[in-house]
């Protein structure tokens, strides 16, 4: 196999202060190749969203950072300031839960997206702007060319989140970072997202790495799941939806209600840290 | 539920048009058109829908949050399409049904420890029955899964999913006949969504309270419900018992909701391509 375009070997996150130190990650280990898809699973506070601040640099300085994390070959973390500005503008895009905290309220949807390519890639206006209407148009906005002078405030969560993945692939990247985008969506507007992320994904054979909370849905979204617990991924890889071994996985499986049966009680999840730190002393054996 | 109880909620033909104020220049919105249904003792009424689709506003109607423009709605047999002039029967009309929200940080005091949030509510409606508010708000918080440990903690100090638990506490400590629980599992990890849902069933067995489930997961609706309306853009497109319209759903909109849900073998569909 070649090199994996994005890899984090042993990485740990440790948060220190003025007493005490917290290790927030403590091991995470995985690669994504050229144009693959990784979900990456876990509850609140498992560490996710800490992951992929870490991907991008973007960490607390009073994170101190272990391990390695490699993108196409080159350390992130040993990137000077404008490698790693280049890193995030060309090479990384990245989706957010709540579109709505990360536009600018006062600039219009045009300005939005032709912004970045206007100034950091010299293109001028009006093609800037022929391409933001095609994207637009590629991501199932209807009226595109009014859009563009639309305020973020006139747009639905739905559509203001078509907007923010027409601005990342306009940016063409080769990874995508997509942190619970769909989470403050309805199922319909949550399919129709989905769906367009994954087929524009396809379409350019980009790299994703998914975090999401929902496990039905990084099963249909993605080529490989790491599921999180404690900082820690527990299992990963191709089988983890239909045969998961790890017994936080088959735990959190299991307390989703089905919609195609009633339970006649949810099982609820007996996995915490004691157990998890017993299997782990029992593997090391 | 029987059938040959008579129904606590009757809803007929109510309506809601939010109107621009005055200066404003917009359209009328209606919230709310022509929707009937009613809700019996001890059973679960889930209405479902899209955001925007006006299930939140019929609630708010109910608990008198929003005024009635149009249709009557009544609580056992007492109008509340007038609104209320005085602040007993303000208090009455909130014994009868309590409301849950989404986000129990933003609807609880973070300056009232919880037992005191909780004993509160018992004063207020004298539900305490020969105890004293404080020892009634005890019991409660106990039935609710928060033991002695936490009756001195402040909101902040506890987790989405224990804030909901006082919450949910906080509604039964009215005594109420119905609940609403508008989108109350929504923000809650699966772990959390499971315990919620398995102590909401409990509290229903128990108490023989009736809930009003507000939600747009229809794999959470299945799981708690007896019976189901679906509204889109304000208006009823579909109702019936929430097995049979989940099992076999006939109504387009129905389909679609339920095709987008997530699960073995899913795919997702673009919404132009979803048969809506």
Redesign the interface.
């Known amino acids: 196999m070649t090199e994996p375009l994005l890899r984090l070997d042993n990485v740990k996150a440790t948060l220190r202060r003025r007493r005490s130190e917290q290790v927030l990650l403590n091991g995470v280990s995985f690669e994504i190749g050229q144009g693959e898809a990784l979900g990456l699973v876990g ?2 506070g498992s560490g996710k969203s800490l992951t992929t601040r870490a991907v991008t640099r973007m960490l607390d300085p009073a994170f101190r950072v272990d391990g390695s994390i490699t993108f196409d070959g080159a350390s992130v973390l040993g990137m000077n300031a404008s490698a790693l500005r280049k890193y995030r503008q060309k090479d990384v895009g990245m989706i957010f839960q709540d579109p709505r905290a990360h536009v600018n309220p006062v600039h219009s949807v045009g300005d939005f997206l032709t912004e970045a390519l206007v100034r950091d890639r010299g293109v001028d206006q009006r093609e800037a702007e022929r391409r933001a209407v095609a994207l637009l148009d590629e991501v ?1 906005v209807r009226n595109p060319e009014a859009r563009l002078r639309q305020y973020p405030h006139e747009l639905s ?1 739905g559509l203001l989140q078509r907007v923010m993945i027409a601005s990342v692939l306009l940016a063409e990247p080769r990874l995508i970072l997509a942190d619970e985008p769909t989470t403050a969506l ?11 992320l ?2 524009q994904r396809k379409a350019r054979g980009l790299s994703l790495l998914f975090i999401t ?2 496990l ?2 990084a ?3 993605c080529d490989r799941l790491a599921v999180m617990y404690a900082g820690e991924i527990v299992e990963q890889g191709a089988h983890v ?1 239909d045969t998961p071994t790890h017994p936080y996985t088959v ?2 499986l299991g ?6 049966a ?2 006649e ?5 007996t996995y915490n840290r004691e157990i998890h730190e017993r299997l782990k002393a029992e593997a090391m054996a | 539920m029987s059938t040959t109880d008579e129904p606590i909620i009757v809803a007929k033909n109510l309506r809601k048009v939010f109107r621009a104020p005055r200066g404003a220049k917009w359209d009328p919105i209606i919230a709310v058109d022509d929707v009937s249904f009613e809700l019996y003792p001890d059973e679960c009424l889930a209405i479902v829908g899209e955001s925007g689709s006006g299930k939140t506003t019929v609630a708010r109607m109910l608990v008198g949050l929003e005024t009635v423009t149009d249709g009557s709605l009544t609580v056992r047999g007492e109008s509340r399409a007038k609104g209320v002039k005085h602040l007993a029967d303000r208090r009455r009309w909130a014994r009868e049904v309590q409301y849950v929200f989404q986000d129990p940080y933003s609807s609880l005091n973070g300056r009232q420890r919880i037992v005191d949030i909780i004993a509160a509510s018992v004063a207020l409606h004298d539900t305490a029955k020969g105890t004293t508010p404080k020892a009634a708000a005890q019991g409660i918080l106990d039935s609710v899964g928060l033991g002695e440990r936490f009756w001195t903690k402040f909101p902040h100090q506890l987790s989405g999913g224990q804030r909901q638990r006082v919450a949910i506490a906080r509604a039964l400590a009215a005594d109420p006949g119905v609940i609403v629980l508008d989108e109350a599992v929504a923000a809650l990890d699966v772990s959390i969504q499971a315990q919620i849902l398995n102590l909401l069933a409990d509290i229903k067995a128990e108490r023989k309270v009736s809930y009003l489930f507000i939600s747009h997961d229809l794999a959470v609706v299945n799981q708690i419900s007896d019976r189901m309306i679906v509204m889109e853009q304000g208006k009823v497109v579909d109702q019936g018992v929430t097995s049979e319209i989940l099992a076999n759903p006939v109504q387009p909109y129905t389909r679609a909701l339920r095709a987008a849900v997530p699960r073995a073998g899913w795919k997702p569909v673009r919404r132009e391509r979803l048969a809506v």
């Open positions: 509850e609140s199932g969560g309805d199922v319909t507007a949550q399919s129709d997202v989905m769906a367009i994954d087929e909370h929902d039905e849905l099963a249909a979204c939806y735990e959190l307390a989703r209600p089905d919609i195609d009633k339970a009680r949810l099982p609820v999840l």
